[in-house]
């Protein structure tokens, strides 16, 4: 399929390659805080939203932002999906992320929890990792008090956030808990090796570009980017059985198409029953577009059915 027609027009408006490129990490972070949720349409009224802060693995007080979706009713428990926010590691926040978790919460009918983690490259690997595992810890052990069903809390996240969602999962495993009912990639950050066939035809242009991709990776590992294991990079995991069920979406236009395809081929190969499908006419990024490419809502829709059985209490 074509580029959708408003994410083409959107793509027009953006300053150039060089222009990002002239610009440190912490200008970028203080430019998506104020341009994205221009992007992101009319807020989503849902049934309520508290903050709870929680103790990190290091002590350190992580925010963890709830939403219950439109029409909830306290004491039906709902699934619970434990979201990371994207961002590259080092920009975005829950303020930015506030319309799109309100709009995920009602269009699956989660409890959608929103981790506020450390970023890099202040808090490089394992901080932020670290911080959503301790979300994890806290959000299944506080099941009642949020009105979910731990055995329907599952883990999610888009770009950086769905590296953080799949590699919480793979520590999850390795330490023998929480248990994980179901894993949300959505356009997920997967693989340093950024050679792909979707990095060399979407690496320029089309809203994530590649040579800031390779910036985000830099101010997550560091010194560690050569010799990250699979809980940093999760493409690099030597094993991925023992993995909770998993949706992927990617985005047709997205130099990471490629990364999040063959991760769920991976898993499938694995003995883990995953569903990955590719949106057609979006780019990365597509969560924040709802305001400015109504077409980009079908990242909600897609979520929504898929989801759908994991959500069934049974």
Same mark, same amino acid.
């Given at each position: 399929?074509?580029?959708?027609?408003?994410?083409?027009?959107?793509?027009?408006?953006?300053?150039?390659? =060089?222009?990002? +490129?002239?610009?440190?990490?912490? =200008?970028?972070? +203080?430019?998506?805080? =104020?341009?994205?949720?221009?992007? @992101?349409?009319?807020?989503?009224?849902?049934?309520?939203?508290?903050? /709870?802060?929680?103790?990190?693995?290091?002590?350190?007080?992580?925010?963890?932002?709830?939403?219950? *979706?439109?029409?909830?009713?306290?004491? @039906?428990?709902?699934?619970?999906?434990?979201?990371?926010?994207?961002?590259?590691? /080092? @920009?975005?926040?829950?303020?930015?992320?506030?319309?799109?978790?309100?709009?995920?919460?009602? +269009?699956?009918?989660?409890?959608?929890?929103?981790?506020?983690?450390?970023?890099?490259?202040?808090?490089? /690997?394992?901080?932020?990792?670290?911080?959503?595992?301790?979300?994890?810890?806290?959000?299944?052990?506080? +099941?009642?008090?949020?009105?979910?069903?731990?055995?329907?809390?599952?883990?999610g996240g888009d770009s950086a956030g769905g590296n953080l969602a799949a590699a919480v999962a793979l520590l999850a495993r390795d330490r023998g808990g929480p248990p994980i009912h179901h894993q949300l990639l959505l356009y997920p950050a997967l693989d340093t090796g950024i050679d792909t066939d979707s990095h060399r035809q979407f690496g320029q242009g089309y809203y994530l570009e590649t040579a800031l991709m390779q910036r985000c990776w830099e101010a997550y590992l560091g010194d560690g980017l050569a010799q990250a294991d699979g809980h940093a990079v999760p493409a690099r995991a030597?094993?991925? @059985?023992?993995?909770?069920?998993?949706?992927?979406?990617?985005?047709?236009?997205?130099?990471?198409?490629?990364?999040?395809?063959?991760?769920?081929?991976?898993?499938?190969?694995?003995?883990?029953?995953?569903?990955? =499908?590719?949106?057609?006419?979006?780019?990365?990024?597509?969560?924040?577009? /709802?305001?400015?490419? *109504?077409?980009?809502?079908?990242?909600?829709?897609?979520?929504?059915?898929?989801?759908?059985?994991?959500?069934? *209490?049974?």
């Amino acid at each position: 399929m074509s580029l959708d027609p408003d994410v083409a027009h959107f793509l027009g408006t953006l300053p150039s390659s =060089e222009v990002v +490129a002239g610009m440190s990490l912490q =200008e970028i972070r +203080a430019a998506s805080e =104020e341009a994205l949720p221009l992007l @992101q349409g009319a807020e989503e009224a849902v049934a309520a939203v508290r903050d /709870f802060s929680v103790r990190g693995l290091d002590g350190h007080s992580i925010t963890v932002r709830a939403y219950w *979706p439109a029409g909830h009713q306290h004491g @039906q428990p709902r699934a619970g999906l434990l979201f990371a926010h994207g961002g590259g590691w /080092f @920009q975005c926040s829950l303020a930015v992320y506030d319309r799109p978790c309100r709009a995920l919460a009602n +269009a699956t009918g989660c409890v959608v929890l929103a981790v506020d983690y450390r970023l890099a490259p202040e808090h490089r /690997f394992p901080m932020p990792l670290d911080d959503v595992y301790a979300a994890l810890c806290w959000s299944h052990a506080s +099941a009642a008090l949020l009105d979910i069903d731990p055995a329907r809390l599952m883990v999610g996240g888009d770009s950086a956030g769905g590296n953080l969602a799949a590699a919480v999962a793979l520590l999850a495993r390795d330490r023998g808990g929480p248990p994980i009912h179901h894993q949300l990639l959505l356009y997920p950050a997967l693989d340093t090796g950024i050679d792909t066939d979707s990095h060399r035809q979407f690496g320029q242009g089309y809203y994530l570009e590649t040579a800031l991709m390779q910036r985000c990776w830099e101010a997550y590992l560091g010194d560690g980017l050569a010799q990250a294991d699979g809980h940093a990079v999760p493409a690099r995991a030597a094993r991925l @059985q023992g993995l909770p069920p998993c949706t992927v979406l990617v985005c047709e236009y997205d130099p990471l198409r490629d990364e999040g395809e063959e991760y769920a081929t991976r898993l499938e190969e694995a003995g883990v029953q995953v569903q990955c =499908e590719r949106l057609p006419g979006m780019v990365h990024a597509c969560l924040h577009l /709802f305001g400015i490419a *109504p077409a980009a809502r079908v990242l909600l829709d897609r979520s929504a059915v898929l989801l759908a059985p994991a959500l069934d *209490p049974g």
